[in-house]
């Protein structure tokens, strides 16, 4: 059920109804239920897999707590009877038996999702190098496996270390596992944050359902009106890049950044409005990042849950192991504090960057570009002192267009290492690229040529007042710190009204959605 | 205070809907496609509801029907009153439900079925679909048809709010969009396409063979559904296969609807077998080499069908009933001023620049 097909909308309003028409304590069981019909809608075997996941997870989870619980029952009762050796050793003792659980659980899951998802990447592999004839076993991927399975994890691992209780209700944990709107394409969200608002009665709350309505219409806008709208062009780039270099591949670098972020945030729009309507809270996962200064800040936001999970469950943990201490204090030792310091900071990136590779995707061109990612954050580091320098030196640097060139430089360097995710083709990627340097065509995208792209001029038009918008509206939220729709809801209902209706009637007649539109997923749903 | 604020939640969330729907309407009339001088057969359909009742024979079908027959000339010669229920590539279940709605209105003493369409088995083309389905009224049977019509590609959804099919024509509204929004206007001759130019059949087309000659179980489902409707109403059926050389009639297919009408004692009449006795000459009833007859051949089909009509299934003269002839007199000088008309425009223009004509060099001809 894609959120742009008229199942789900019928599927939503039905939903929408029934929740604020039942006593308020069965509202979260009413979502479990609409979760499970959204979930069985893409295949009902589909259940088992995030099932297998809900219940390992959950019955994991309570076994940890309840040894932690019992755990700190006796140590509290017992505190005074032990001396500091003997506390060290029961809580090493506790923590021992919290860790079977925990890495049983972690393993299965973690090894559902490896099997389902890179199988056939690591038979393709085997079979190049080893001139093999390995059959792929092409398995089914459950939808959005990424995104729960991280979800579910990032539970258990807040579980083992004693941040979250855990969640003694099945069903409970059931709705947080597979809660519908975000399990496409996230956000990955925090059990702690999203149990706040997930189990709680919510009632009717008109100025929070407008700002809900308004923020689903947007994100509809963007990924109708702009995203669908400019993937002919996109296709029709990548189809052929022997055809489409030098200046072309300029063109498709904005074009899929546009793109990318319009299908992206859109999808992020319309599952954060959804919760809203439902009284429910979702983290941001995006502020901006077109706005970013430098690629460390494009990362705090960009897909901003699922680079904090990658922070902090695998860099900081990653970071402060035990053999990462140890080799940090032989490099500290062996080749001096310089090397000493940067060694696991390194290494954790770069294990860090090949997960992120890996988790969009099995494909070469997914762990390049992460790799690509690494390589950039890790020069940054390296040249952060020469640009402390620079801006020292040249006091212009600390004016607004610096700012904007910053942006700029930034814009174009993640559009450039994000061209492998357009070709899908580490070679190709790299040789189109450097096309820009070699060859020419500049005028071509300046000419009638762009409207045999697949994008008429009234493509064009439409795509470009989408982008104003987009821009217009992220000024305001970078200038504000603040959603713009707290702007439109201080001027009154009507205005909010309008500016739903304005974007329903935009979405309905400039959408690229119907016959003579190639209807397309998400783009995050894949990953 | 609770109740005032209640009854002032209603009042906004009514009005925020009332608005919502003004504007859908407004925009679904505005962005529909009018059909008025481009594919003008787009309104065939819809134009029925202005004719309906007091027909004695209705011909349902393809362009075969609608561009072949003309209903006024039948009035003139012989005083029977008739209407082609006709469109484009027109699917036999299409026929089906749109016999199924005529008998709504009407019941007519016998229903021509055109048989071309019994080449197709599945639904075909979502463009085609629109000419038929658009303009039925909401009723069981539309519904039925476009579940019967609908490609993968289609929705619903999109029939029932067309601006969800239309939304794209925004780059495209031309003057005739806000003209026509909210008026029609009168092209047809009870359900027949009127056109007068010529343009000769210079070569026929050849049976390429096929891997298949035998009708689909889809075709005949529904070629059994009219019948049996046909004969639940009391309606004579006639089957006829129009006389266009293109698309090709095969032999087989011949066998098959002689074969089926024999079997169910109806009367079929295979027009391509008949073209001298009716008179049509290709060099001049022609319109587009041989796939549709002009004004000259249709009327040719006219005189002798109706003479068939008469004689054979008994079909009453009405030229002595006052009310009848006034409304048919009214449509008879709409025929003959429209023919003066595009004789007019053929002879200024030299193609038939408001009834749907175009250029001959635009062609490529």
Known sequence: ?527 | MEKTSMKKRIIAIVAALAVFCAGFWFFQRLLTPKYINDIIEGRLIADYYDHAGGNDVIFIGDCECYENISPIKMWEEYGITSYIRGSAQQLIWQSYYLLEETLQYETPKAVVFNVLSMKYNEPQNEAYNRLTLDGMKWSSSKVASIKASMTEEESFLSYVFPLLRYHSRWSELTGEDWEYMFKGKRSFHQGYLMRVDVRPVTSYPSKRPLPDYQFGATAYEYLDKITALCKEKGVELILMKAPSISPVWYDEWEEQMVEYSQKNQLKYINFLDLIDEVGIDFNTDTYDNGLHLNLSGAEKMAVWFGKYLQEECGIADHRGEPETVAKWQEMTDFYHEMEADQYRELEEYGYLKSYGGRPVTEEGK
């Open chain 1, 1 to 527: 059920m894609l959120f742009t097909s008229y199942e789900f909308i019928a599927f939503l309003c039905g939903l929408f109804i029934l929740y604020y028409l039942i006593p308020k304590k069965f509202q979260w069981i009413l979502l479990l239920v609409g979760s499970a019909v959204f979930y069985a809608w893409a295949g009902i075997r589909f259940l088992a897999y995030i099932g297998v996941t809900t219940v390992t997870t959950w019955y994991a989870g309570t076994r940890i707590s309840g040894i932690q619980e019992a755990g700190n029952a006796y140590y509290d009762a017992h505190k005074k009877e032990m001396d500091k050796e003997a506390r060290k050793a029961y809580k090493a003792d506790v923590k021992k038996k919290t860790r079977g659980w925990f890495l049983a659980c972690l393993l299965l899951n973690l090894g559902i999702l490896a099997v389902v998802k890179y199988t056939d990447f690591v038979i393709d592999n085997i079979n190049a190098i080893f001139h093999g004839e390995i059959s792929f076993l092409s398995f089914a991927l459950p939808m959005g496996i990424s995104f729960y399975t991280f979800k579910s994890m990032g539970y258990l691992i807040d579980v083992y270390r004693g941040k979250t209780k855990a969640q003694s209700n099945l069903a409970k944990f059931a709705l947080f596992v597979s809660f519908f709107p975000q399990i496409i394409q996230g956000p990955i969200s925090r059990y702690d944050k999203l149990s706040e608002t997930l189990y709680g009665e919510h009632a009717f709350d008109p100025v929070r359902i407008r700002s809900g309505l308004m923020r689903i219409a947007w994100g509809f806008f963007k990924k109708l009106v702009i995203a669908d709208r400019l993937l002919a062009g996109v296709k029709t780039l990548s189809a052929k890049p022997e055809e489409y270099q030098g200046a072309y591949v300029v063109l498709i670098i904005l074009f899929y950044a546009i793109e990318l972020y319009a299908d992206f945030t859109g999808g992020i729009d319309i599952t954060i409005g959804v919760g809203e309507i439902f009284g429910i809270k979702m983290e941001e996962n995006f502020i901006t990042p077109y706005f970013s200064k430098n690629i460390n800040e494009y990362w705090t936001r960009w897909h901003i849950t699922m680079g904090a999970w990658f922070k902090d469950y695998i860099f900081y943990p990653l970071s402060v192991s035990q053999p990462m201490l140890k080799l940090s204090k032989w490099s500290r030792d062996h080749m001096g504090k310089a090397v000493g310091k940067r060694v696991t900071v390194y290494i954790a990136n770069i294990v860090v960057w090949f997960a992120t590779g890996l988790w969009h995707g099995a494909a070469w061109n997914f762990i390049v570009w992460g790799m690509l990612n690494c390589v950039v954050t890790v020069a940054s580091y390296e040249m952060e002192p020469l640009y402390k320098k620079f801006h020292t030196a040249l006091p212009c640097t600390n004016r607004g267009w610096y700012d904007v060139f910053q942006m700029f430089r930034t814009f174009w360097l993640m559009g450039a290492i994000r061209i492998l995710d357009v070709y899908r083709n580490v070679p190709t990627s790299f040789k189109q690229v450097g096309t820009i340097f070699t060859t020419g065509g500049w005028g071509s995208i300046f000419s009638a040529d762009v409207l045999k792209l697949g994008l008429t001029g009234a493509d064009y038009l439409v795509v470009l007042i989408g982008c104003i918008l987009m821009i217009a509206v992220s000024i305001v939220r970078y200038r504000q710190k603040d959603d713009i729709r707290v702007n439109f809801e201080k001027r009154g209902v009507v205005c909010v009204s309008a500016v739903i209706l304005l974007l329903v009637f935009a979405v309905l007649i400039f959408g690229a959605y119907g016959v003579g539109y190639d209807a397309t997923q998400f783009i995050y749903n894949q990953f």
